[in-house]
């Protein structure tokens, strides 16, 4: 079974379409599908049909096809497409989505897009493209409505039902207030000025002094922001104080979502946001970057094992206990660098506070490990007779418990003081480290009581 | 170092404070205190003073402090104090928060505290109580503005007016319009009232047939009810058609934000979330009871090396191998794993389709393991200067990773069909089987070759 009936038939209806130019008949059936089965069809297509679908579908229906699909694919979509039909498609998004789209295209692409947008959609997609993603810059909307600190409430609101139409595509939450330097002096909701009466001058009914962010403030403090106030959304402004735009909080909300979602990726060697509608050899090619690097670590930590190989000749036996050392100290660690991740994006815990969460760690590490040695000892001390054997996996596995956490524990706040990714900690460090220290700790006791064990 | 030294005295200065019951002093420090500092220090004092910190506040402020904190951390403390002061703190904020902690109490303590709030505000709680968190019932806010149609805008704007304090606490949006019946049957935005003219009834200027979401509508479907539809809320009704309350997009983002993070950690056995501020023997032991099954599960995937032991006597260096197979393959799986719990969430992938995601992760476990195989063969035969050994160790891999990379692909969208949660796909089941097969491939391959290993 691979797609159901249905969606299968449909695709080959929507293939059979495209291959036909029938334009009509896609903007018919694309216009009418639920969400859930425009991003199974559309990602299943391959990419000469995703790009001639674009192509074809009117740019109101285009737009809605690549809201379906992940921004990784759409915006791969975008640049292959016409710069005409791109900037047609770009047109029915707000700023924001354009200016993350035609950050992602190559200088040339970018530009013929640019080109083909009216002017001042154009200067405000440039005007966004600059910031990165992850500041208030990056995941402002420049759309907004600013409105002089003289009006009075009845101009206001005239000039709002002038530019109605303009504004229907954004949903407007508030007003800001300008003063003539053009500088931020007030919000006001659209509330206020519903209650306001007609004659009142806005900077009488606005809420001055509003709180607003600079343009190059991180996500997490936006985060911070947002947590401390109930606003839907805040003005940013640059360094001279004039407004650029508005971070609402959805925007930073589906920021921090993503990165969650990113470091679950991350710590598993998928760096990249791979589909398995990407092609073969560039998902193989991702993932065996990360695999080689670690199968070349991994053979650093096993070649503890190689100079203690006459031990292991004279004790069989515990070549069963290394993999099971190997693995659950593994476990062990990754389960502080989870708990350390947390605090960090909780803001509970701050990176420069190594020591207290290492004592914090410690404790548990050797909690667990003493739990988890004794159980091991017990089981080899049953299994081989030799109670000795018992002993040294035991404390072994007892003593790396408590060097897995504590190196899982600190890795990401040490990580993020470097400024490196906390979401890599977890992998391939952590595991080669406490490997080395763990087969090290196996069979360096048991070389010292040899003759016990045999 | 632990705390910064004015993060430190602060919280001497706060626990100083508690002790002394001076309420002012504490009233001023947490009115002024950023949200981050408050975080810090909140979570810092321990339970008693936490609780007592609480009873002194105001509850506007309380409140904050509540903000600050985890929802689990809240949740308990709000269940300690007494049920005067909760319910005084719970009048703060929104129904669909009170609902949440009081869901979380003691019956009878949950009870007590109903008792004590305001009777409409009890009702609507009450109300709330009983949806799960991961439906539209238990995600909305029942508080919201519903007029009757056949009133004028004037006449609209005048009632708004009149409980503009009530709404002031609320991010009102749009106003829902009902019938006699109190049947949902429109929709208007603010800016719509704003534009129209005050004799206009509201039924010609409201959005009719307006979309609503059934009560127990689950998160994925609200998810995509969102990507679908550029909306900030939407009504949501109850079987009879009634409409009961209002899901914010907000929301929505906010309970998948919290699922994406939760999966971060139930893959590493971390079930319930904690937190370096809970008691050392809560953590430890949840912790353990994950480890202690996977030491089981480890126990029995390494019974298969000591059913070779024979074997392995004879070829050493195959000890050295074991855990690199083990530690490799379980990559492997794990990126499977990662790509497919993403597509699951995405909606690229329906669970049914476990033989189309085989077949694509076939492809990459092949290729992949090809490349893995060819890596450690040779350096097994540089190492050991057997070809034949190279052959054994690198055939093992591929097979295993291909394996691996099978059963981590799939096993995700079992488990979703199955009904159980497919975060906990990633961890010990896969290891476990993946250990097993490797290991039996390695000595088992090795055993029928062994007079060309010596």
Redesign the interface.
Known sequence: ????ETTRQLIDRVEAWIEEQNAVALADCFRNL???ET??VA?RLDTDDQILLLELLPPDVSVDVL??L?FASASDLVEEISPASAAEILGEMPPSEQADLVGEMQPEQAEAVLALLDESNARRVKSLVRYPDDVAGGLMDNHFLALSRDLTVAAA?ES??QR?SE?SDY???YVYVRDVQNSLVGVLR??D???ASDETRLDRVMITNPRSVNDYLPLDDLR?FF??H?Y?GVPVVNESGQMMGVVN??AV??A??ER??D???K????IQ?????MP??T??RR??M???A??VL??I???V??AY?ET??QV??L??????I???S???G??A???S???L??????P??????WL??V??GI??GF??GV??AG?AWL?QGNVWLGGVVGLALMINTTVAVSIGGTLPLIMKLLRLDPALA?GPIL?TVT?LFG?FLVLGMATQVLHLLK
Do not use: Y
């Open positions: 079974m691979s797609a159901t639920p969400v859930d991003i199974l990602s809201h379906a992940p609101i709002i039902r109605a504004l949903d407007v939450q659209l509330r000025l519903l209650l911070e947590t401390e109930q839907l909080r959805t909300e589906q921090l979502g969650n979602a470091e679950f990726l710590a598993r060697g998928i946001e791979e589909l398995r509608t073969l050899i998902r193989s993932r065996l990360w695999l080689s670690n199968i991994n053979v930590a096993a070649s094992i190689a190989e292991l000749q069989i036996a070549a069963v206990f290394l993999p099971i190997s693995d659950m593994g476990c062990s990754n389960q660098v989870a708990v991740m947390r605090e994006s909780l803001g509970l815990v701050e420069r506070e190594v020591m207290r969460v914090k760690e404790s548990v909690i667990n739990a988890l159980l091991l089981l299994w977890s595991t490997d087969f």
